[in-house]
C-alpha cells in the first residue's frame, strides 16, 4: 500500500520535477545517517517539508527497529564526579556480529548534562528530570524539548515511608507518549508493597492516576521499555537469602499489570537481578554475591522458555558490584555493560574487560547512562 505523507506532495512549478518516484526517495532517506537527513533539511523547502513530518518520522524509526544491523544506537553517560560537578559524554555504538564498537560522538546536548535523573529512551526521545520538579522529554539530535511538572500525590505515609520509580515509553495504539511514576508504600512486617501509579500522557498533556497493585520491593529507579510494556525487577524478602524475584509489567495500551518470570539461577547467596534491552530485546542479568554473574536474552518476547544465557561473567577481583547489561552484540561475543560505576566493553572469548576509553576520571558519586536511536521524533504531539 502507497503511504502518503500529508503535506508532502511538494514539487512546485518553480522546482524541477524529480526522476525518482516519491515512495523511492523516502526508501533512499530513511537508509540515511540522521546527521545528513538534518543537512537536507536545507535542501528545499519541499525536503524541509517531508523531513519534518511525523510521518515520515515513524517510517525512519520503524525502518531504523526492523533493521537493527544497519542501525547505530547512542550511548549518553552522566557522571556526577567529586570536585567536578556533572560531566556528559556521548559515544556511538556500532554493532556487526560478534563485535561492538564504542567511539566518541562530538558535543552532548547541554540538557543532558543539567539532568537530575535519566529515566529512559524510546524512538529517539531520552525523559528526563530536571531539578526544579519537572519532567523533560528531549530530542538529543535535533535538540527540541518539551517540559512538563512532575507529578504528586496526597497519601498518608506511614512509618516505612515511601520511594517512588519511573517509566517512559510509547503507546503505538494511541501514537502517544507516556511517563509512569509508581509511589511504593512498604507494608510494615509484610515484605510487600502497595503501589499508586500516575501516567503522564503528551498527547493530552496531563497526568491521570490509574489502578495501582501490590509488589515486592521494586529495584531499578527507572523501567525497561519494550515491545509497548514496562518493565521492573521485583523482589520478596530481597536482603536475605532465598529471596524470590520476577518481571513486573505494565501495557501502556491496556493499563493493565502482568509478570514474566525471570530464568533459574543457582541457589546460595543473594541475588540482584538488572535488567536492560538491546536491539529490541528484553535482557536480564543475574549478578551472585559472589563476582559473578549470568547474562540472559530472550529471544522470544513473552515467552519464558525463550530465555537463553549467553554468558557467565567473573568480575575483576577489585570489583565487587552490580552488572548491569546496556548493550548485546548479536551473537552474544561482546557485551557493553556497566561495572559499578564504569562503562565496561566485556568480551567473552578471552573474558576481558575494557573501560570505556576518555571517559572520566576522579571520584564517581553516580553515573548514569542512556541508549538512544537516533531519530528526528519530535518531543510535541
Known amino acids: 500500500m ?5 503535506g508532502a506532495n511538494f514539487w512546485t512549478k518553480e522546482e524541477e520535477i524529480p526522476t525518482l518516484p516519491q515512495d523511492l526517495i523516502i526508501e533512499i532517506l530513511v537508509r540515511l545517517p540522521l546527521k ?9 523547502k519541499s525536503w524541509l517539508s517531508l523531513l519534518s513530518n511525523t510521518e515520515f518520522h515513524k517510517t525512519h524509526v520503524n525502518f531504523s527497529m526492523n533493521n537493527p544491523k544497519m542501525t547505530d544506537y547512542t550511548l549518553a553517560a552522566v557522571a ?3 570536585g567536578l560537578g556533572k560531566i556528559c559524554r556521548v559515544y556511538t555504538i556500532s554493532s556487526e556480529n560478534s563485535s561492538v564498537t564504542v567511539s566518541k560522538h562530538g558535543c552532548p546536548p547541554k540538557s543532558l548534562s543539567l539532568s537530575a535523573w535519566l529515566l529512559g529512551s ?4 531520552v525523559c528526563l528530570t530536571t531539578d526544579s520538579f519537572e519532567l523533560m522529554l528531549l530530542n538529543p539530535c535535533t535538540g527540541k524539548f518539551n517540559v512538563f511538572p512532575d507529578s504528586i500525590i496526597h497519601y498518608e505515609v506511614g512509618d516505612g515511608g515511601y520511594y517512588f520509580r519511573y517509566g517512559f515509553g510509547y503507546d503505538a495504539s494511541t501514537d502517544d507518549y507516556k511517563v509512569v511514576k509508581i509511589f511504593s508504600f512498604p507494608q510494615s512486617g509484610e515484605g510487600r508493597h502497595v503501589n499508586m501509579v500516575n501516567v503522564y500522557s503528551l498527547k493530552a498533556n496531563s497526568w491521570s492516576n490509574i489502578q495501582g497493585f501490590n509488589s515486592g520491593h521494586i529495584n531499578g ?3 525497561v ?4 510494556i514496562l518493565h521492573w525487577e521485583g523482589c520478596l524478602n530481597c536482603h536475605i537469602s532465598g529471596a524470590y524475584s520476577e518481571i513486573v509489567t505494565l501495557n501502556l495500551a491496556t493499563e493493565r499489570y502482568g509478570k514474566i518470570g525471570l530464568p533459574s539461577y543457582e541457589d546460595g547467596g543473594i ?12 535482557v536480564a542479568c543475574c549478578n551472585y554475591e559472589l563476582n559473578r554473574a549470568d547474562m540472559w536474552v530472550m529471544k522470544e518476547y ?15 577481583v577489585d570489583h565487587r558490584v552490580k552488572i548491569s547489561p546496556l548493550f548485546v552484540a548479536e551473537n552474544g561475543d561482546e557485551l557493553l555493560v556497566m561495572l559499578g560505576t564504569e562503562i565496561t566493553l566485556y568480551n567473552s572469548r578471552n573474558a576481558s574487560f575494557k573501560r570505556l576509553a576518555d571517559y572520566v576520571s576522579g571520584d564517581f558519586l553516580q553515573v548514569q547512562v542512556v541508549t538512544y536511536l537516533e531519530s528526528l521524533t519530535s518531543p510535541h504531539i
Open 2 to 6: 502507497r503511504k502518503t505523507y500529508e
Open 225 to 228: 521499555f519494550a515491545n509497548g
Open 302 to 316: 513473552g515467552v519464558e522458555r525463550s530465555w537463553t544465557k549467553l554468558v557467565s561473567i567473573s568480575s575483576p
Open 80 to 82: 556526577t564526579v567529586s
Open 36 to 44: 545528513t537527513l538534518l543537512k537536507f533539511r536545507c535542501v528545499s
Open 271 to 282: 541475588i540482584h537481578w538488572t535488567l536492560g534491552v538491546s536491539r529490541g530485546h528484553l
Open 122 to 125: 524510546c524512538n529517539g526521545l
Open 221 to 223: 529507579y527507572v523501567g
